[in-house]
T-cell receptor, first 115, second 116 residues
């Protein structure tokens, strides 16, 4: 396992469609984070899992967004009824609880374009 | 809530020279971590350097060092002997010390161009 992977890398969808992204963290990492990064900006926190439990959600995560991590391994982020404002890079990161350096390892991201 | 501000949207430096990127933050926390992340064009974000707020000594990692001024809430990154591969977006980030989630709060980024 060489790092965090995300699929797909790019997604173009029409407004109103649903999309789902997948994140596979580093295998022994029990914490998983989703961030959103719009063009020219820094990433913004969306939600966080410890194992399979979703422990925190940002106010940015509207009712159209849902995230799961059913077995405490991979995670999915679904956006329903996409809007043009959802166009962004969606980043996933993982970390290991208790590791002293608190480092989060990032995936390559999924770039979403809503037309 | 924490905020992180990077006041330099873009910077450039000649290869082999030194450049300093600025970052200020606002928090009421006393225990926290600060990070600099690098995001090369079309590539994933990687950690450059980290600093624990309780440590007075500034962190260094090879050509990268920080100037951490806790009272001033300032955390600048110095890159010595700049290389072409240092061309990237650089993000300053804050993490509250917590046994719960450790989400990062990022600044808006500084785009660094290293010129040959």
């Amino acid at each position: 396992d060489t790092g965090v992977s995300q699929d797909p890398r790019h997604k173009i969808t029409k407004r109103g469609q649903n999309v789902t992204f997948r994140c596979d963290p580093i295998s022994e990492h029990n914490r998983l984070y989703w961030y959103r990064q719009t063009l020219g900006q820094g990433p913004e926190f969306l939600t966080y899992f410890q194992n399979e439990a979703q422990l925190e959600k940002s106010r940015l995560l509207s009712d159209r967004f849902s995230a799961e991590r059913p077995k405490g391994s991979f995670s999915t982020l679904e956006i329903q009824r996409t809007e043009q404002g959802d166009s962004a890079m969606y980043l996933c990161a993982s970390s290991l609880e208790g590791r002293g350096n608190n480092e989060q390892y990032f995936g390559p991201g999924t770039r979403l374009t809503v037309t | 809530a924490q905020t992180v501000t990077q006041s330099q949207p873009e910077m450039s430096v000649q290869e082999a020279e030194t450049v300093t990127l600025s970052c200020t933050y606002d928090t009421s926390e006393n225990n926290y971590y600060l990070f600099w992340y690098k995001q090369p064009p079309s590539r994933q974000m990687i950690l450059v350097i980290r600093q624990e707020a309780y440590k007075q000594q500034n962190a260094t990692e090879n050509r990268f060092s920080v100037n951490f001024q806790k009272a001033a809430k300032s955390f600048s990154l110095k890159i010595s002997d700049s290389q072409l591969g240092d061309t990237a977006m650089y993000f300053c980030a804050f993490m509250k010390h917590s046994n719960a989630g450790n989400m990062l709060t990022f600044g808006g980024g500084t785009r660094l161009m290293v010129k040959p």
